[in-house]
């Protein structure tokens, strides 16, 4: 989902390429025209395939010319971008990052009210298992910002209506099934949380993620046993029924200055992770 | 602001190559309207990548340098750890929540109970605040030196009383089942990995003055501190000193004497 802000970026940066196309005669002919139009569609694409994952063309572009980046005194971020690397006495250790957004709080507002009992009174067990099955140091992190109980209900009986309507014209207008119950289990979604709100429950917004250290003698192999242990934090975590994906790019850097300062705002922090969350 | 620039930039040889008179040929006119259009990509990705424009001019080789000074720095007060940004300065505080209770000795009501505490303790605070449970290799580094060097004065000992015509017979015995024991004791202490949970909360506060940044944390963990005790009913507190290191520093996570102690014993194992 993009941000407001990228939107307006990537409309501006759109205005110049229509620009372009408009005064595109008074600027080439002939073959120039057509290279000219070939380029305009290249920039074009560029910009929409960043807009939606930047991440992977920022990766691919220092993979391939090899840059690293320094983030501060005695860290590395290495050239896949995908781990922090400390030299620390000829050891060295990366650390790598994994989401872990815990869909239940998504899917749990749709269950019935025992079957949330059951699944949070199992969630202790799961978690010392995992804690067990693990044979290395990792960290589970859970972001959380108290939202405005009032402009989050407002907000969240907005998208009801919306929802609801959509649903009346999805009926009338003989939709399929699958369209039909997914506008329904959206609007369960959304009246669960509005109820919950009601019940005096404060609306927060997490941003949750795993953190994971190895250490090697080389740089490749601690990178090596980083991503083992990465694979073994998806595969312990999945019962959780998180989206376990491996964080790359520019919110890794962001995820390596959470340990020295958290966003003080959540502005701060919505404008940091709107791709990979 | 590197948006504006890159954007006007691209903007203006756009209009650059439309007013160019034909005379100057084609081919320039199109030259810059190539670099029109990589400045508009420049303009789209400054979204994301504005700081590293900067870095990125700066360097001379592919290491881009975002900070050649250290990541952090402790307080006077020794209680949070402190970050520079622009011209304000960032104090964050950690606050351990001692929980030592483990599912197994928990009936089902008591584990809803526990999950419907960690629950509310997440959002028991308006300011973000972010709550993690670490599991961290336990530091062994100081009885593994100790114990490395009770071996070393021992074999010293058995050296020492060698080097005599008539060696003391009990001595040297007393000695070597002394060093032979610590040995035993050495390989099972790095044979396993043992290793330790704990969970705390981060809360960071800024100020145009270090000493306001931290005040202003304290009070926050202060707040926090209280609703915290009350759900979980433990004597929560803030960790200071040296103790901090654990949640910042990676090589805490794993310690040294251990770790090396840990690889040697594997090399040893593949080689013998």
Known sequence: MMDDTTLIYLALTLVILLISFALLGSIAKGIYYDLALLFMFITALIIGVMSQIDYVLFTGLTSILGITIKPANNYMINKKQDAIIKNVNSLYYATGYVTANLFPYTFKNENPPEDDEERMAQSPELWENIVKSLGFPFKFHVFSIGLNTQSTRDELEGKRSYQEYQLSKALQGNSNETVITNIQRQIRILQSKIDTISKGEKPIATIMYIETTSVGISEQEALDKLSSQISSIQIAFSSFDVELKRIVGRELYEMFKFNFSLPLTIKDASDLFDQQQ | ?272
């Not at chain 2, 009383?161 to 790095?190: C, E, F, Q, V």
């Not at chain 2, 949970?197 to 940044?213: D, L, Q």
């Not at chain 2, 501190?225 to 004597?235: D, Q």
């Open chain 2, 1 to 272: 602001m590197i948006f504006g620039i890159d954007y006007a930039i691209s903007l203006f040889l756009i209009l650059l190559a439309v007013i160019l008179p034909i005379s100057y040929g084609y081919i320039l006119k199109f030259i810059i309207f190539l670099i029109a259009l990589i400045f508009d990509i420049f303009a789209f990705s400054s979204r994301y990548y504005s700081y590293l424009v900067g870095p990125i001019f700066k360097s001379h080789s592919k290491n881009i340098i975002l900070s050649n000074e250290d990541a952090y720095w402790l307080s006077a007060s020794a209680d949070c750890i402190l970050k520079k940004v622009n011209d304000k300065f960032i104090a964050t505080v950690y606050i351990l929540i001692p929980i030592y209770v483990s599912s197994t000795e928990m009936d089902d009501e008591h584990k809803l109970e526990f999950s419907e505490k960690v629950s509310r303790a997440i959002g028991i605070t308006k300011d973000p605040a972010r709550f993690t449970t670490e599991v961290l290799i336990m530091n062994k580094d100081e009885y593994i030196l100790e114990l490395k060097d009770a071996i070393a004065q021992a074999e010293n000992e058995i050296a020492q009383i060698n080097l005599n015509k008539n060696p003391d017979k009990s001595r040297l015995d007393h000695y070597k089942g002394k060093s032979a024991m610590l040995r035993n004791l050495l390989d099972s202490m790095t044979k396993v990995t043992s290793y330790e949970e704990i969970s705390y909360v981060t809360i960071s506060a800024m100020g145009f003055k270090e000493y306001e940044a931290v005040a202003e944390a304290q009070q926050k963990a202060r707040e926090l501190i209280s609703g915290l005790s009350t759900i979980f009913g433990v004597p929560i507190s803030v960790i200071t000193g040296n103790e901090l290191l654990k949640f910042v520093e990676p090589e805490y996570l794993i310690p040294y004497t251990t770790m090396t102690a840990q690889m040697n014993k594997d090399l040893e194992s593949k080689v013998i």
